[in-house]
């Protein structure tokens, strides 16, 4: 029993971490249609920058966050700005692609700013394990599974009742009516951006508070897409619930039916939804069959 | 400008050139490739080579994301299917080169249904993921199904002969290399003109369009995977001869992004894009290389420290670049200089 709780703590911790990433995939599709291939990298490039701050200025957690969080806005902003508004009206193909291209940029900007050598980072956080019942806990993994409660009541709370919340899903169901309505869709593709890279800087450095930081950190990214899928490409909260349910299959598997098996059960998911319910748990129904 | 230039029948459209020149030039071309290897040193030789298989890869993808119009992120682990079923067959069970070549075309086109079937249901982004999904699967079944792939130990492939030569280094190598390159565009060439190349394109325009009129969605998405699968697979093992040394850390996702901006690069949908992008992408990581060499020895060591990186970053320039400069890519450069030389004065 202690095994299995056990178990379901660290799968609900990595679990987080997806989730995480994997509502900033949700909020870029959901707004302009795209997948972004490159939030992966985001998470590595911001998690590196505030370890950078950390560094420097030896800050705590919560004021560490509010530096990383608008500076990573700022790098969400200026990557939109430079590389995605100029392919406006392009073909979504074309789009993606350039994610890709964007992905490995980032990535090898990254590695060649902060060398490939792995780095212990705390970001802050206390080291003391803590109880929870009987299952103990570092600090830096609650902080985690609480970031994602914040980040999916705050998603939630954005969506449902603010102004650019409610003009982003109006964009997000149809963007010529949008902007027949007066929303200036390129200035909420812009917003989905700076969001989704807020973000990936809190699951960077709360990932690497957890782990360590290293520069294959951007494979977190492709390993939250089971979560994005499980969840609905287009749901926020949906991938954000499919994430601890990603986290608990692979700890479970990697448990109960064998080591290797954790790498690839998210993959295994991926396929069984998209071939059972393409549009996930909570996604929204539009896929046309031919 | 041509004139009195006018296609009467069917096969005059359809054929693969009506004119002298194109064949001339084709004959010229190959007719230096032959003779290449005389002139040049072996490593250029050997960056040759390399060019021919990436050559052979870019026409396989080319069928399924440019013709068909699927994207597919799975291209390394089709390549790895290939080269470990052409180590594992040559090794362990002594299969000669020639029989084991096709065999990994073969498997990796029978794998190619496990991908297709489940995807024949998804377009675009979804199909994307499944795809790397894909990739990620048999890159760990590779590595865990160690009865058969030796897992991480990797396998060494020695000893392929061809006619009684080794064809595992130098001219031989480039010769095979060459030959299978030559059969694998002039098939593409053919298919793309027949039936079932119209019938992709078809899909690849709309979907619907192509159901109504009369094209099997089904059949003909799936045959796309495999025809492209087993050249892919095929490319495979010609990688494994060259490399010597199968391991599954060579088939990384960065493969498949290359693959992808080969394509991408030479213009999607196009056979010749595919090679002059195959060409040139191969040729860039050298050029970059010596780049580096002509400037200090500070550059250099930077150079080999960050390989990689400067390599990922040079793809995904040159993938941005032609996407939001040239979306038709080299072929379309080529085109428009084609059409300015044979219009001059004229604009159009």
């Not at chain 1, 994430?243 to 598997?253: A, P, Y």
């Not at chain 1, 954790?262 to 996604?283: A, C, H, K, N, Q």
Request: proline share 3%.
């Amino acid at each position: 029993m202690d095994f299995f709780l056990l178990l379901v703590a660290t799968g609900l911790v990595s679990g987080a971490a997806y989730g995480l990433i994997a509502m900033g995939f949700a909020l870029i599709f959901k707004s302009t249609g795209v997948v972004n291939f490159a939030q992966g990298e985001l998470v590595m490039l911001t998690a590196y920058i505030s370890f950078s701050l950390y560094t420097t200025f030896d800050l705590s957690f919560f004021p560490l966050m509010l530096v990383t969080i608008p500076i990573s806005m700022l790098i969400g902003l200026v990557l939109e700005r430079l590389f995605i508004r100029p392919m406006l009206g392009e073909p979504i193909f074309a789009i993606v692609m350039v994610t890709v291209g964007l992905a490995v940029i980032l990535r090898g900007v990254t590695i060649m700013i902060w060398g490939p050598d792995p780095f212990n980072f705390n970001a802050g956080i206390p080291t003391e394990v803590v109880y929870v019942g009987s299952v103990p806990f570092y600090p830096a993994q609650l902080y985690l599974i609480g970031a994602l409660a914040v980040m999916t009541f705050a998603g939630w709370a954005f969506l449902r009742f603010s102004r650019m919340g409610i003009a982003m899903r109006a964009v997000a169901a149809n963007e010529t009516a949008a902007l027949l309505v007066g929303i200036s869709v390129s200035r909420i593709h812009a917003v989905a951006w700076m969001l989704s890279a807020a973000i990936a800087s809190v699951a960077g450095v709360l990932f690497a508070a957890n782990f360590k930081l290293a520069p294959d950190l951007w494979f977190q990214g492709l390993k939250s897409f089971p979560a994005v899928i499980l969840g609905g490409l287009d749901s926020v909260i949906g991938s954000a619930a499919a994430g601890l349910i990603i986290g608990l299959i692979e700890n479970l598997f990697q448990g109960y039916v064998g080591q290797g098996l954790r790498e690839i059960s998210g993959f295994i998911v991926i396929v069984i939804v998209l071939m059972v319910r393409p549009y996930g748990l909570f996604g929204s129904k539009d896929i046309e069959r031919v | 400008m041509r004139t009195g230039h006018f296609k009467e029948r069917t096969g005059q459209l359809v054929a693969l050139s009506d004119s002298k020149v194109v064949w001339s030039f084709v004959a010229l071309l190959f007719a230096l490739a032959l003779v290449a290897p005389f002139v040049l040193g072996n490593y250029q030789v050997t960056l040759l080579v390399s060019t021919l298989i990436a050559i052979v890869g870019a026409v396989g993808l080319n069928m399924l994301t440019g013709t068909t119009g699927l994207i597919s992120l799975g291209q390394a682990g089709f390549l790895a299917v290939g080269a470990y079923t052409n180590a594992i067959l040559m090794m362990d069970f002594g299969w000669p080169f020639w029989l084991s070549l096709p065999a990994a075309g073969v498997v990796a086109a029978l794998i190619s249904i496990l991908v297709g079937v489940p995807s024949l249901r998804l377009k675009g982004l979804y199909l994307a993921i499944t795809t790397l999904a894909f990739a990620f699967i048999i890159n760990h079944v590779i590595l865990y199904a160690e009865w058969l792939t030796h897992g991480p130990n990797g396998i060494f492939v020695s000893g392929a002969k061809l006619f009684g030569f080794d064809i595992q280094k130098g001219k031989p190598l480039y010769y095979t290399a060459l030959g299978v390159a030559a059969i694998v565009v002039f098939a593409a060439l053919n298919i793309q003109r027949s039936r079932i190349g119209r019938a992709w394109m078809a899909i690849r325009d709309h979907d619907i369009a192509a159901r109504v009129m009369g094209v099997d969605l089904v059949r003909y998405k799936l045959l796309a995977f495999m025809v492209s699968s087993f050249i892919v697979g095929i490319a495979g093992a010609l990688i494994s001869l060259q490399i010597r040394f199968v391991n599954i850390d060579v088939f990384a996702l960065i493969l498949s992004i290359e693959a992808l901006a080969i394509v991408i690069l030479g213009g999607l949908g196009s056979i010749a894009g595919a090679i002059l992008g195959a060409i040139f992408l191969s040729l860039l990581p050298e050029a970059i290389r010596l780049f580096f060499e002509t400037f200090s020895d500070t550059n250099s060591s930077f150079y080999t420290t960050y390989v990689y990186e400067i390599r990922g970053i040079t793809y995904g320039v040159v993938i941005i670049a032609f996407l939001r400069l040239k979306p038709e890519g080299l072929i379309g450069l080529w085109r428009d200089i084609r059409k300015y030389w044979s219009n001059w004065p004229l604009a159009y």
